[in-house]
């Protein structure tokens, strides 16, 4: 027999991310950084592990170095309609997520940059 | 206090797509059939902990049916989850509960029905088995993406080929198929792993594990009670948990898991024994990449080397290592709340040489297992003895 439907639509806070989540929109990637031990986040964080919560806002390195990449076949709910491949990009002290455009390999040269919603990195090499 | 603790009953449902129970009858044919393995009635049961990730059964809090249905009303107040891991989660608990002198019989109960949602829902479940909001959320990963991601960079820094990992499905079907439990019990060759559909580049549907219903029971007993029981108890000698971030990306290692490795040095110097000594494994082979890493993780093979053992099938019955000789989570199936116990039955068996056609042969007696949760999100590594 069929079951009950469960539909399930979340509300999620953003306050105190607006800075990332308004930056994605215009093309900026941030991160934070503790301004008492000088730990980096990404994803990023208004409370360090350290205890503190004096952080600030900085922007990534633009140019990344591919670290292993994916594409997605067997697509979950919600990304039925993209093709895409995920990848994690190295930007020095950081790791990120994105979906890379091009021929990627690990080793790859990327420049990051946004589509207004998610990181993209473009493979330049 | 019970300084030691023994498994003095196992039970495992048969795993696969079981539309033909419901949760309740599931859990019913694990519990029943590690009491008859114990040869104990419930009402010898001090507590029970009930592991299930629940989310893709209509069940979503599933502890109190499965307890009513078991007669356990009373004595079933946990229900833990610890992703793929939370089988093992749930014999920590029963584990922790002997050792400090709470209870002295514990039944631990792993048990899900995965198959009661579609593919896309179940992936998009499964993908949130990380980072939500800037992993999946942004980026659409799936549980095989994550390993996935591993499985590619694991390829670049150490020449592991895709017909490498084909090696290790092909290596889980052979063994299902004397497996009367197993969910896939049907051959395959690295042909056929190479030509299956991709999921999440370069993993391929033959290089996962499938989705699938089961339960498994353990029964655990401390030590005085242990050796009343039965003449033949399989005694933990070693614990070790750990786990890591949510996040994959800040991770900054992708071709090993962390939390896998720490659990594994924690079990090992708890039990007195190094990687060497281990005659029999049950690993956690999620995805064909992750038994070549969990070889690695777990010290029977250098960073990078993992697969070696499989070509040259040093985990094949009779290899330095047997491992996963039941068909491991490949081709048995892996019904998240249940994998854990069901690798600790597969290992009792083993190790009261009641195996049959995969019987290992022992000298020592000494096991372990290796249950991964999440992608490394949580490990669990358990040593036994007899």
Known sequence: ?125 | MSSKVAVIGVGNSKFGKRDDVSIRELSWEAVQESLNDAGLTLQDIDLTIIGSTAYRGVEIYPAPVVAEYNGLVGKAPIRVEAACATGSAAALNAYMAIRSGLAKIVLAIGVDKMTEVGTATSLAIGGRGGNYQYEFHLYGTTFPTYYALYARRHMALYGTTEEDMALASVKAHKYALSNEKAHLRKSISVDDVLKSRVISSPLKLLDCSPISDGAAAVIFASEEVAKKITDAPVWIKGVGYSSDTSSLASRGEWTSLRSAREAANNAYSMAGIVPADVEYATVHDCFSIAEIIAYEDLGFAERGKGVSLLREGQTEKGGKVGTNLFGGLKAKGHPLGATGLSMIYEITKQMRDEAGSVQHQFKKYIALSHNVGGTGHYAYVFVYSR
């Open chain 1, 1 to 125: 027999m069929e079951g009950l439907p469960l539909y399930m639509k979340y509300q999620i806070p953003i306050e105190g991310y607006e800075r990332f989540w308004e930056g994605l929109k215009k093309g900026e990637i941030v991160a934070t950084r503790c301004k008492r031990c000088g730990n980096e986040y990404f994803p990023p964080r208004v409370n360090c592990t350290c205890g503190s919560s004096d952080m600030e806002w900085f922007e990534v390195k633009r140019e990344g170095i591919v670290q292993t990449f994916s594409e997605v076949f067997s697509k979950p709910q919600g990304f039925e309609d993209f093709s895409y491949i995920v990848g994690i990009v190295n930007v020095g002290n950081l790791n990120l997520m994105c979906w890379l455009v091009g021929k990627p390999r690990v080793g790859s040269r990327v420049m990051l940059r946004t589509d207004g919603t998610r990181v993209i990195g473009d493979v330049v090499d």
